[in-house]
Nanobody, 124 residues
Framework: QVRLVESGGGLVQAGGSLRLSCAPS????????SGWFRQAPGKEREFVAA????????VYTDSVKGRFTISRDTAKNTVYLQMNNLKPEDTAVYYC?????????????????WGQGTQVTVSS
């Protein structure tokens, strides 16, 4: 069992930046594919970005391309989501997730391990 812990959320003005971090509690997850999802009030959880366990492949949802960057630091056993040029529509609870299936997955049902979520609020 992998328990993930996110940090780095907060309140920021439009155009600002935040960096989210995700690390497992108690074990390494350097062999897990990882992703970030978000859920705004009244909406379904949506895919944001994902990275392979090797870090050599990343994908993003169209609305964040060019603004968000997912990365992983295997030495620190941590996955990051750098968010730049934030917009009010990015406001949501952001979740880190992981799985050991092959390839990058977009469906939250394919992810076996989740964090508790961290709130990101972007004011206009």
């Amino acid at each position: 069992q992998v328990r993930l812990v996110e940090s780095g959320g907060g309140l920021v003005q439009a155009g600002g930046s935040l960096r989210l971090s995700c690390a497992p509690s108690g074990r390494t997850f350097n062999t897990y594919q990882s992703g970030w999802f978000r859920q705004a009030p009244g909406k379904e959880r949506e895919f944001v970005a994902a990275i392979t366990w090797t870090g050599d492949s990343t994908v993003y949802t169209d609305s964040v391309k060019g603004r968000f960057t997912i990365s992983r630091d295997t030495a620190k056993n941590t996955v990051y989501l750098q968010m730049n040029n934030l917009k009010p529509e990015d406001t949501a609870v952001y979740y880190c997730a992981a799985h050991q299936r092959t390839g990058i997955r977009y469906n939250p049902d394919d992810y076996d391990f989740w964090g508790q979520g961290t709130q990101v609020t972007v004011s206009s």
